[in-house]
């Protein structure tokens, strides 16, 4: 793991198009602005942890033989998450 030290308004580079910007840090709670192409997938990471374990149960899970059968499938959090609105903040 790469560890760095940044204070407020300074930023880090991630290849030619990614830029994470520390904007606030008070007590243990530290923002940070990302810049990104819009195509880019950010995730927290817990909720990324709950993604690859849900693919993962889905993946080992039996094949459904029943075209009616696929009602009964819960709908994964990738799905629910899909649903939320972006926001494009203009700079």
């Not at 940044?6 to 008070?26: A, L, P, Y």
């Not at 880019?40 to 094949?63: F, G, M, S, Y």
């Not at 649903?83 to 903040?89: A, E, G, H, Q």
């Amino acid at each position: 793991m790469l560890v760095l030290s940044r204070r407020v308004n300074e930023s880090i580079q991630i290849g030619t198009d990614i830029e994470v910007m520390v904007i606030d840090v008070r007590g243990d709670i530290v923002r940070l602005g990302i810049t990104a192409p819009q195509s880019t997938q950010i995730w927290r990471k817990e909720l990324w942890d709950v993604i690859v374990k849900e693919n993962r149960t889905a993946a080992e899970a039996p094949k459904v033989s029943e075209i009616g059968a696929a009602q009964n499938l819960p709908l994964s959090t990738f799905s629910k998450l899909s649903k939320i609105p972006t926001v494009k903040v203009n700079s």
